[in-house]
Nanobody, 122 residues
Framework: QVQLVESGGGLVQAGGSLRLSCAAS????????MGWFRQAPGKAREYVAR????????YYQDSVKGRFTISRDAAKNTVFLQMNSLKPEDTAVYYC???????????????WGQGTQVTVSS
């Protein structure tokens, strides 16, 4: 089992920045990748970014490329999401997730945090 706890959400004006953190505990040694997802009111949850735990390679949804940066502190089992140039459409609950394995080229996210609210005002 892996436990995930997010923090760092809040209210920010458009153009501002926030940094989300996700602390992992438990069987973290078996993690293949960590990801950030978000869910806006009335919409489906969507993928935001991912980092592969072994080599730190990163991947992003097109709408956040150049604005968001995912990173990790392997020693502290923590993953971060630095969000710059925030837009009102970034408003959502942001979730951290851990994938202990990959099927083909797709990480299988099996563990989820409780979510943290990010609200961007115009």
């Amino acid at each position: 089992q892996v436990q995930l706890v997010e923090s760092g959400g809040g209210l920010v004006q458009a153009g501002g920045s926030l940094r989300l953190s996700c602390a992992a505990s438990g069987r973290t040694f078996s993690t293949y990748a960590m990801g950030w997802f978000r869910q806006a009111p009335g919409k489906a949850r969507e993928y935001v970014a991912r980092i592969n735990w072994s080599d730190g390679s990163t991947y992003y949804q097109d709408s956040v490329k150049g604005r968001f940066t995912i990173s990790r502190d392997a020693a502290k089992n923590t993953v971060f999401l630095q969000m710059n140039s925030l837009k009102p459409e970034d408003t959502a609950v942001y979730y951290c997730a851990a994938a202990p394995r990959v099927v083909g080229a797709t990480p299988r996210y099996e563990y989820w945090g409780q979510g943290t609210q990010v609200t961007v005002s115009s």
